[in-house]
C-alpha cells in the first residue's frame, strides 16, 4: 500500500520568516515519484516538483527547496523568506509504476504581514 | 492556452438527482483522471483514462460512472446523487498515459453541493 502523511494541518508565519513543511511517505516499491502541489486560495492546484527515487539530491528554486532523504521517507519542502503569497494549500503526493497517485491530506500555510 | 476546462463551477443537486461534470482538455494528452477533494482528506482518484475508449477505477470509484470517447474529453456522471458526494471535484490530464513519471495538470474544481 502506498500513503503520504503530512501531519501538518496548518502553519502560521509572518512574512519573512521561513518554514518548512513535512511530507512522510510509504511504499513497498523501489521506483516512485514524489511531488509538491500548491493549492492557492483561487482552487487550481499548480505544480512545484516532481523527484523520482533514485534520486536524492536536494533541490533549490529560489526561495523553495526541497529535501528528500529515503532513509526516513520523507520529502520536505521548505520555503525561505516567506511572501504572502506563499499562502496557500501544499500537497505532497507520491506515485508508482501504476497509474494513482496518493495525495497527503494537505498543509495550510498562512503568511501573515 | 485554455489546459483543462471544467465545467459547471458550481452545482447544487438535491439527493437521488443525476448529472455530469465537464472536463475537456486541449493538450492532446492521454492521461486523464477525476479527484474529489474533502476536507482534511486530501485529494483522492474516482476514476482515470490513458486514452479514448479506455477507463479504471481509482480509490473512490462508488457512485460515479465515466466514459472516454474522444481524446480531449472526460466527463464524470453521478447516477444518483448523495449528501456523501457533496464535495469538491476535480479534474486533471497528463501528457504519458504512466502517470507515475509525469506532471499532471489539473482544472479550476466544481464545488459540488448535495441536499
Known amino acids: 500500500a502506498q500513503k503520504v502523511t503530512q501531519a501538518q494541518t496548518e502553519i502560521s508565519v509572518v512574512e519573512k520568516e521561513d518554514v518548512t513543511l513535512d511530507c512522510v511517505y510509504e511504499t513497498r516499491d523501489t521506483t516512485y515519484y514524489l511531488f509538491w502541489y500548491k493549492q492557492p486560495p483561487s482552487g487550481e492546484l499548480v505544480f512545484l516538483i516532481r523527484?523520482?527515487?533514485?534520486?536524492?539530491q536536494n533541490e533549490i528554486s529560489g526561495r523553495y527547496s526541497w529535501n528528500f532523504q529515503k532513509s526516513t521517507s520523507s520529502f520536505n519542502f521548505t520555503i525561505t523568506a516567506s511572501q504572502v503569497v506563499d499562502s496557500a494549500v501544499y500537497f505532497c503526493a507520491l506515485t508508482i509504476n501504476n497509474n494513482d497517485m496518493r495525495f497527503g491530506a494537505g498543509t495550510r500555510l498562512t503568511v501573515k504581514p | 492556452n485554455a489546459g483543462v476546462t471544467q465545467t459547471p463551477k458550481f452545482q447544487v443537486l438535491k439527493t437521488g438527482q443525476s448529472m455530469t461534470l465537464q472536463c475537456a482538455q486541449d493538450m492532446n494528452h492521454e492521461y486523464m483522471s477525476w479527484y474529489r477533494q474533502d476536507p482534511g482528506m486530501g485529494l483522492r482518484l474516482i476514476h482515470y483514462?490513458?486514452?479514448?475508449?479506455?477507463?479504471d477505477q481509482g480509490e473512490v470509484p462508488n457512485g460515479y460512472n465515466v466514459s472516454r470517447s474522444t481524446t480531449e474529453d472526460f466527463p464524470l456522471r453521478l447516477l444518483s446523487a448523495a449528501p456523501s458526494q457533496t464535495s469538491v471535484y476535480f479534474c486533471?490530464?497528463?501528457?504519458?498515459?504512466?502517470?507515475?513519471?509525469?506532471?499532471?495538470?489539473f482544472g479550476a474544481g466544481t464545488r459540488l453541493s448535495v441536499l
Open positions: 486533471a490530464s497528463s501528457y504519458s498515459k504512466v502517470l507515475a513519471k509525469n506532471i499532471q495538470y
Open positions: 523527484r523520482n527515487s533514485f534520486d536524492e
Open positions: 483514462s490513458v486514452g479514448a475508449g479506455i477507463t
